[in-house]
């Protein structure tokens, strides 16, 4: 099993950014294809981004591509989400995800953080 665990949180107005990181202990980090996922108060658990073993591929919902960027530093067993152009919208609790498979990671992930807060004010 890999442990995760991120930050990177917080309040911010419409327009701003932030990034999030998340630090993977336990299991080889390397071997892990990770993802990102969001949860807006009342609403479900959503995929927001994932990268792949290898950071050869990269995945994105469409409420975020163009703003949002996943990456990872296999020397520091972290994964980020710079997340630019803020909206209101993106309100939510961010949640670091993994999975030895790119194609599971965005649906079933067998590994999760507890979850950092994002909250950007309009």
């Known amino acids: 099993q890999v442990q995760l665990v991120e930050s990177g949180g917080g309040l911010v107005q419409a327009g701003g950014s932030l990034r999030l990181s998340c630090v993977a202990s336990?299991?080889?980090?390397?071997?892990?294809?990770m993802g990102w996922f969001r949860q807006a108060p009342g609403k479900e658990r959503v995929f927001v981004a994932a990268?792949?073993?290898?950071?050869?591929?990269?995945y994105y919902a469409d409420s975020v591509k163009g703003r949002f960027t996943v990456s990872r530093d296999v020397a520091k067993n972290t994964v980020y989400l710079q997340m630019n152009s803020l909206k209101f919208e993106d309100t939510a609790v961010y949640y670091c995800a993994a999975h030895r498979f790119i194609s599971a990671v965005r649906t079933a992930p067998s590994n999760w953080g507890q979850g950092t807060q994002v909250t950007v004010s309009s």
């Open positions: 336990g299991r080889t980090f390397s071997g892990y294809a």
């Open positions: 990268i792949s073993e290898n950071s050869g591929s990269s």
